[in-house]
């Protein structure tokens, strides 16, 4: 089982720039209290909702969102500083051949965290 920890997001237009006098130390230690600035957009929400419910396959997220390519509406999340992890599974497909698929899931300090921020209106 491999795990992927997500990278630090992005400045841009989706996250407030920090002020040229903050130091790193500081920037660091801010990073987990960034917030969403933007509304998400209605993939967004049906894919942080379907995760707060627990692990979540790349096909389920795909049906769930409406998308044909949820890694990305993942991507566009952890851009706005939301951490979401990944594990590799490994499965035999229908023709019986070995292959790997991806599994999401939230931490719990990220889920406190989604909640407090009240992201889905809730």
């Known amino acids: 089982m491999e795990i992927i920890k997500t990278a630090p997001a992005q400045s841009g ?6 002020p040229s006098h903050i130091n790193n130390n500081t920037q660091a230690a801010e990073h ?3 917030k969403v600035w933007r509304a998400l957009s209605p993939r967004q929400v049906r894919a942080l909702e379907t995760l707060l419910t627990g692990p979540c396959s790349r096909e ?5 969102t409406g998308a044909s390519n949820g890694p990305n509406v993942i991507m566009q999340l952890r851009r706005r500083g939301i951490t979401i992890q990944c594990r590799m599974e490994e499965h ?16 719990d300090s990220e ?5 407090s921020l009240k992201l889905l209106g809730g």
């Open 13 to 18: 237009p989706d996250t407030q720039d920090k």
């Open 32 to 34: 987990s209290t960034r």
């Open 60 to 64: 389920k997220l795909d049906r769930v």
């Open 92 to 107: 035999i497909d229908r023709d019986g051949i070995a292959g790997r698929h991806g599994v999401y899931w939230l931490p």
């Open 111 to 115: 889920r406190q965290r989604i909640g």
